[in-house]
């Protein structure tokens, strides 16, 4: 905790520092970022959002504290220390349970919020932005300031609860992107109005005067989400524009406390991740773009086990993917528009990278372990790596990677990974070449 607030420190003061945020709990991915904060000897900051950890399980199926207890103990088994871990809770607020009235979804979120705080997570992200059932659309700014409130007064009443008080700090923010991306970009994204940003603060922080929170409970909050001008959707990425975002970078240099939490930054070009940072986005969230080079990684296998193994013994794990998905369409139907054809190639390639929902189904862990099984027993050519994976391909040439599947996919991951220690100023000199662990 104390070295993620240095890390905000040292950005607010002008310095190159920042830390990124692994939205993601695919264990392969974890892994990664495991690897990659131990060769960069640095700051991992791992969060789950409310849909994949919650009271209920997820889509992971894991309560908060099973996702810490599964974290802690994948760190240990790579000789990471858990020192440098820390947690966050992404989008903690009625996210889950918008198709119910406010009252009902407000009392799920503060459940949610206990079990985060009461399992270990220290960064808590007050996400009430979205409408529920029975609210006006667009909702205004003093309720979403006010629910946020309420919700850290829970997390401050669970903190106190325990018998080692947890060390919190706060996320806020109206002006929230759609967690996972969007279906479409707007035309002309533009970043927050600077009015619009000191007004959320203010707001946020009458909402926490009325509830009675006191000045040191205002200021854990760390950092406030706007939109800086970056966007996904399922084919397109808009990039960030370090002219057009000058005047927030300006706003938020003068406040002695906050920094800008900076979410949907996945797929930027590799130089807009350092100016963000030097804008004092100190925060960068990546989640999709993680899962994306995970999938690029074993679909890549995949055609190369068609090149190395009969028919009959093979994987399929595109095929499977596809049969999972058209067979259980609810996390990808009311995203990915078109016709048949378009559909079918958004959920094998869209941004949205909406697969990362099914990796835990049977059938697709069935096909991942045949298929990494399939290539363990098979010495990967390297004319067939440079085919379909060049970037590997280049490593293995140089020593620096074995042509083992595991490793591949890790590296693979890991590329994406070390663009955002980069930017962060975390990456250590000896990890620039991404070697395998």
Request: hydrophobic letters at 45%; charged letters at 15%; glycine letters at 4%.
């Amino acid at each position: 905790m104390n070295a993620l607030l240095e890390l905000l420190c040292a950005n607010k003061q002008g310095q190159s520092k920042g830390i990124y945020a692994v939205c993601s709990a695919h264990p392969m991915v974890l892994r990664a970022a495991i690897q990659q904060a131990k060769a960069d000897q640095s700051l991992l900051l791992i969060e789950a959002t409310a849909n994949q950890v919650n009271q209920d399980g997820g889509y992971t199926g894991m309560q908060p504290a099973d996702f810490i207890a599964f974290v802690h103990n994948m760190a240990a088994g790579q000789g990471l220390a858990a020192s440098q871990l820390c947690f966050g809770g992404d989008h903690l607020g009625p996210v889950c349970w918008t198709a119910l009235p406010a009252l009902e979804a407000m009392a799920k979120a503060e459940t949610l919020i206990a079990a985060f705080v009461r399992a270990g997570f220290h960064k808590i992200h007050l996400d009430t932005s979205m409408p529920c059932a029975d609210d006006p659309k667009p909702l205004p700014d003093a309720v979403i300031a006010a629910r946020a409130a309420r919700l850290c007064q829970v997390a401050e009443q669970t903190a106190a609860s325990l018998s080692a008080p947890a060390a919190l700090c706060y996320v806020i923010g109206t002006e929230v992107p759609a967690p996972g991306g969007v279906s479409s970009l707007e035309q002309h994204l533009q970043p927050t109005p600077v009015a619009n940003v000191a007004d959320t603060i203010a707001v946020h922080q009458q909402a926490f005067a009325a509830l009675g929170l006191s000045d040191d409970v205002w200021q854990k909050v760390i950092a406030v989400v706007v939109q800086p001008g970056v966007e996904f959707d399922n084919t397109q990425v808009h990039a960030f524009d370090a002219v057009a975002s000058k005047q927030l970078a300006d706003f938020i240099a003068k406040d002695p406390q906050l920094v800008f939490e900076a979410h949907s930054t996945d797929y930027q070009p590799q130089s807009r991740y350092q100016q963000l940072v030097q804008q004092h986005f100190a925060i960068l969230k990546v989640g999709p773009q993680l899962t994306f080079a995970l999938r690029e990684a074993l679909f890549a296998l995949c055609y190369i086990e068609q090149q190395l193994v009969p028919v009959e013994a093979q994987s399929h794990l595109i095929t499977v993917c596809e049969r999972v998905m058209q067979l259980q369409p609810g996390h990808w139907q009311k995203f990915y528009p078109g016709n048949v054809l378009e559909q079918q190639l958004l959920r094998q390639y869209s941004y949205s990278d909406r697969i990362r929902y099914y990796w835990q189904q049977p059938a697709l862990q069935q096909a991942v372990s045949r298929l990494i099984d399939n290539l363990s027993q098979s010495q990967i050519p390297l004319p067939l790596l440079s085919q379909f994976m060049p970037q590997q391909y280049q490593a293995v040439l140089n020593g620096l990677l074995t042509a083992e599947p595991q490793a591949l996919v890790q590296h693979h991951i890991r590329l994406v990974l070390q663009m955002y220690a980069s930017a962060c100023g975390l990456a250590h000199p000896l990890s620039s070449s991404v070697q395998a662990a």
